[in-house]
T-cell receptor, first 113, second 115 residues
Framework: ETGVTQSPTHLIKTRGQQVTLRCSSQ?????VSWYQQALGQGPQFIFQ???????GRGNFPPRFSGLQFPNYSSELNVNALELDDSALYLC????????????FGSGTRLTVV | AQTVTQSQPEMSVQEAETVTLSCTYD???????LFWYKQPPSRQMILVIR??????QNATENRFSVNFQKAAKSFSLKISDSQLGDTAMYFC????????????FGQGTELSVKP
């Protein structure tokens, strides 16, 4: 069984630009969540998708948006990038009941300059 | 709002010895889940162990065990027979029952296992 795959692994963007990060869920998982992990911090919940619908969101502004596709892969879009958006972005997938734990990807390191 | 606190930013242990990582949390919920995740330099977050709050028995996974004290809101991780491969950041995380999967993480403890 494949795990969670994220692309790209590293990315450098200029302030004000837009970025799209991609995630392929583990086979059989229909729930995907995105987290932002600033350097030296624990991950912060951005939002979660279940069967293509957003069903939970953290304290992030609307310029953070997402999509989940019928094959349960997902995208995280960030508009009007700010310097503080520089972080590791982690995607995690699970079965419908994430109480059994998520499978995380290795993340995308985004640097905004 | 729930919070998770890990008061030990860094710890070190000799290979083959035992180490305990601390975690406390704050919640008014009665039903919830607690997790320990490991994040090695590869950056991938790996689930180490989970505990359901309604279960009094402490969870165990091979060399990893927890001491869950619900009244004290404490959830420590014990690693026995430490191995070099245990070197990583360890995060304690909380999830409300039926929250929809939102994990609340602590700040992490960086564990170094020395030969």
């Amino acid at each position: 069984e494949t795990g969670v795959t994220q692309s790209p692994t590293h990315l450098i963007k200029t302030r004000g630009q837009q970025v799209t990060l991609r995630c392929s869920s583990q086979s059989g998982h229909n729930t995907v969540s995105w987290y932002q992990q600033a350097l030296g911090q624990g991950p912060q919940f951005i939002f979660q998708y279940y069967r293509e619908e957003e069903n939970g969101r953290g304290n992030f502004p609307p310029r953070f948006s997402g999509l989940q596709f019928p094959n349960y892969s997902s995208e995280l879009n960030v508009n009007a990038l700010e310097l503080d958006d520089s972080a590791l972005y982690l995607c995690a997938s699970s079965l419908a009941s994430p109480a059994y734990g998520y499978t995380f990807g290795s993340g995308t390191r985004l640097t905004v300059v | 709002a729930q919070t998770v606190t890990q008061s030990q930013p860094e710890m070190s242990v000799q290979e083959a010895e035992t180490v305990t990582l601390s975690c406390t949390y704050d919640t008014s919920e009665n039903n919830y889940y607690l997790f320990w995740y490991k994040q090695p330099p590869s950056r991938q977050m790996i689930l180490v162990i989970r505990q359901e709050a309604y279960k009094q028995q402490n969870a165990t996974e091979n060399r990893f065990s927890v001491n869950f004290q619900k009244a004290a809101k404490s959830f420590s991780l014990k690693i026995s027979d430490s191995q070099l491969g245990d070197t990583a950041m360890y995060f304690c995380a909380f999830m409300k029952y039926n929250q929809g999967g939102k994990l609340i993480f602590g700040q992490g403890t960086e564990l170094s296992v020395k030969p």
